[in-house]
């Protein structure tokens, strides 16, 4: 018989084959990003969930900084 492996997304733990054995799975560490305001300019850290909203300033429209790893796009 084979077992079959899947992955609810809500308990987030994986059933192998009838339920005869179960492990945690555990979800990554979710690290805040980076933000800058779009009025004020200032650097915001946002998790997931947060609302999306300026703490300086209140501002709603926020830009995520620019990311300091080499991007290489292949043009042909």
Known sequence: MR?????TARTQRTFVGEM???KEVQPP??????????ECHTENEIKARDPIRCRECGYRIMYKKR???LVVFDAR
Do not use: L
């Open 29 to 38: 560490k979710q690290q805040p990003m980076i933000y800058i305001c779009g």
């Open 3 to 7: 077992k079959r492996v899947f992955t």
């Open 20 to 22: 005869d054995s179960q």
């Open 67 to 69: 990311t300091k790893r």
